[in-house]
Structures are given as C-alpha cells and as structure tokens.
C-alpha cells in the first residue's frame, strides 16, 4: 500500500502563475477529498469526489479554484490565477467508501507559497 | 453549523504521565469522531474512529470516548512517550450520506523525557 501521492511536495510561484497540484489516491479508494490547512483557518474541506464524480464543492474559496478527478486513480487541483493568500498546505485524501466509518487516509501535502 | 474546538492548543507534559486531550461539537447530530495525529510536516494519520452508537474506543495505549449528548469527546494517552509529541486533530462526521468531516484547530502535544 503506497498510500496517497501527493505531487508536489512543495510549489513556490508568482502571484498570477496557474497552479496545479495533483494526487493519486489508494488503489481501490473511491473517495477523494482535497483539504487546505493554514495557521488561521485550521483544515478546510475544499471539495470532494465520489466514483470520480464531485460531491460537494461548497469549500472552493472562488472561481480561481477548480478540481477534477478524470478517473479513479488521478485528481488534480487548480488554482488560476494564483494569489499570496492561497499559500497553504493543500492535503488530499481518500477513503474506500462514501459515508461514515471509513477512515480519511491522507496525503504528505504538497506546500504552496505564492508571492 | 458544526464547529469544533479543541482545548487547550498546547500542551506540555513530563514522560510517562498520563494525559486527556479535550474535543468538543456544537451539533450532536454526527455520525462519528475520529481522532487524527499530525507530525510536523507530515499529512494526518488516522488513530481512531468513534461511531455514533459507540462510547469508545480504545488502541494500545489510546483510549477515545464520545458523549453525543453533551457534544464532547476525549482521548486519553496512557503512559506518555517522547514518540507521542505530534499535534492532534479530531474532526465531526456531520453525515452518513457524505464525507465530510469538519476538523478542531489541533491539541499540540510535547512529551518531554
């Protein structure tokens, strides 16, 4: 079991550049979650996916952010344009079913700053 | 609106003391609690799950609980090692029909030897 790839570990850009994080979640897992931490907000529930199909994306800060999910073994995360307060830790994660009572297993992170 | 809250954000305790990290919720209608542990720089780690018909559950020197109806939880670390030092997490399982799990801001957590 790999667990959850995240690439990548770490992005530094220029404000206005486009972003884009990726993640590839546990074999098998059909749940995936993207999350965003920061000192002042704590983890935030950006959006997720349920069998590739996007659930709930009430959490996406604005229409700078999107997220897609082509198939069960890839999702990538899009910022466009990009702006200093996006600099976060972005987590993705994944569960082997929709619902309660099965675990989040979560990704390294990938850490972004945008100046 | 689920929030929850951790108390206190920081802790600091001597090795091999036995120690109660709080977790509390605003709506008692979840589904389950789960207690993660964060190292620094690291993603989280899941270290248990509580149902919402359960009233513990325990592993190895962790014990967590959960009280629906005044909104709390606790874990409870048993003979505390440096190992243990990591920032820990428990988030509200709002639904059974979605994944969303709503985070505290984290219990950080220093053993010293």
């Known amino acids: 079991d790999a667990g959850v790839i995240q690439s990548p570990r770490h992005e530094v850009t220029e404000m206005g550049q486009e972003v884009t994080l990726r993640c590839k979640p546990i074999?098998?897992?059909?749940?995936l979650f993207w999350y965003r931490q920061t000192m002042m907000r704590g983890l935030e529930l950006l959006i997720y996916?349920?069998?590739?199909?996007?659930?709930?994306d009430s959490g996406m800060p604005e229409d700078r952010f999107s997220a897609k999910m082509p198939n069960a073994s890839f999702s990538t995360l899009k910022i466009q344009p990009s702006e200093p307060r996006d600099s976060a830790v972005y987590f993705c994660?994944?569960?082997?079913?929709?619902?309660?009572?099965?675990?989040?297993?979560f990704g390294n992170g990938t850490r972004l700053t945008v100046t | 609106k689920q929030e929850v809250t951790q108390i206190p954000a920081a802790l600091s305790v001597p090795e091999g003391e036995n120690l109660v990290l709080n977790c509390s919720f605003t709506d008692s209608a979840i589904y389950n609690l789960q207690w993660f542990r964060q190292d620094p720089g690291k993603g989280l780690t899941s270290l248990l799950l509580i149902q919402s018909s359960q009233r513990e559950q325990t592993s190895g020197r962790l014990n967590a609980s959960l009280d629906k109806s005044s909104g709390r939880s606790t874990l409870y670390i048993a003979a505390s090692q440096p190992g243990d030092s990591a920032t820990y997490l428990c988030?509200?399982?709002?639904?059974?029909?979605?994944?969303?799990?709503?985070f505290g801001q984290g219990t950080t957590l220093q053993v010293k030897p």
């Open positions: 994660a994944s569960s082997s079913r929709q619902g309660a009572n099965s675990p989040l297993h």
């Open positions: 074999s098998g897992h059909n749940s």
């Open positions: 988030a509200a399982h709002g639904s059974s029909n979605t994944g969303k799990l709503i």
């Open positions: 996916f349920n069998n590739n199909v996007p659930i709930d």
